[in-house]
């Protein structure tokens, strides 16, 4: 490992808040963004910053770019914040193209391009750490090293990870690197509990209904793999932004957080955080939100992760689910 790789790697550790910004940009249209988008940009950046956050997560297809080109406003306007910061972006989807909606495309050439049009819109000379946003089933190992490696070599990479891997893909892709995959970013919350059930259901029929590879969480945290949850506000499914007809688990997970916030004097935010960072594997929450407010009612998760009871935390976890554990 080198030292610019243990940098990005000290930077990407386990339990720490980073901040998504894939809500930034304005639309998903091709049309271009605007000063409002920018200045929506800039709050969100200045809030995440205010409550502790250094790390920025970006993809190229985000906003079809756009959330990358606002960012990099907001850093050509700022004079000292790249070097205040960390930021951290994706490649490998590919979205209309080719008269596919949807393909990926891991290939040493796709890499090289979509990186340098990344840094590109971000006004940066190099990203502290680079995901490769989902497995690619034509995706060969030793192509991938060898983008990855001049990436690094040229240095507009300073890390590797992945998004959307699952053990035995990550593996695989590390017998051809020379570099250490140090992230994996999964869909991981009180809402979305795929990861969590595979845990305790093993040899029971109700595994049948979670498709979460089982053993990934495990060998992350045996390889020192950092755990990054997108998703992990719940899509504000118990925090303010409810379904149209939620279940009465979702509405008693609901009741539950605002108890324990009230309890604690701390937000609704910062508990459903709180309960991800209290787990052993060290999931670091990524914070999608583009509200200022919100972000901010993040700021006391860590410490909500440390007070937070064994019997509150499996509370927390049957109620959502609702029904008891095996």
Aim: glycine share 8%; hydrophobic share 40%; aromatic share 6%.
């Amino acid at each position: 490992m080198t030292e610019e790789t243990a940098t990005a790697s000290d930077q990407v550790n386990s339990g720490r808040l980073i901040y998504g910004c894939m809500g930034l940009g304005g639309s998903w249209s091709t049309a271009p963004y605007t000063m409002t988008d920018v200045e929506t940009a800039a709050a969100a950046v200045e809030a995440a910053m205010d409550i502790g956050v250094t790390l920025f997560d970006h993809a190229d297809i985000y906003r079809n770019g756009k959330s990358e080109a606002v960012f990099g406003e907001v850093l050509a306007e700022s004079p000292g914040l790249r070097d205040r910061i960390q930021l951290q972006t994706k490649c490998g989807i590919r979205l209309n193209e080719r008269g596919l909606e949807t393909h990926y495309d891991l290939s040493a050439d796709a890499i090289i391009d979509r990186v340098n049009g990344s840094l590109e819109r971000l006004r940066t000379d190099y990203v502290d750490v680079l995901l490769l946003h989902r497995p690619d089933p034509l995706m060969d190992p030793a192509e991938v090293s060898s983008a990855v490696g001049k990436l690094m070599a040229d240095g507009k990479v300073r890390a590797l990870g992945v998004s959307n891997m699952s053990a035995a893909q990550i593996e695989f892709l590390q017998d051809s690197l020379e570099t250490p995959v140090i992230a994996n970013q999964l869909e991981l919350s009180l809402l979305k509990r795929d990861w969590l059930e595979s845990t305790v259901l093993v040899n029971h029929p109700g595994a049948a209904d979670y498709s979460f590879p089982h053993g990934t969480l495990e060998y992350c945290a045996r390889r020192g793999i950092t755990l990054q949850a997108y998703g992990a506000l719940a899509r504000g499914h118990y925090t303010g932004n409810p379904p149209e007809r939620p279940t009465l688990a979702e509405e008693a997970t609901a009741q539950l957080l605002s108890d324990m916030a009230r309890d604690r004097e701390t937000t609704r935010e910062a508990v459903l955080l709180g309960w991800l960072m209290k787990h052993p594997a060290g999931i670091a929450p990524v914070i999608g939100t583009a509200n200022p407010d919100r972000i901010r009612a993040c700021a006391g998760a860590s410490r909500v992760a440390q007070s937070m009871t064994r019997e509150e935390w499996y509370r927390l976890w049957i109620t959502a689910r609702g029904s008891v554990i095996p």
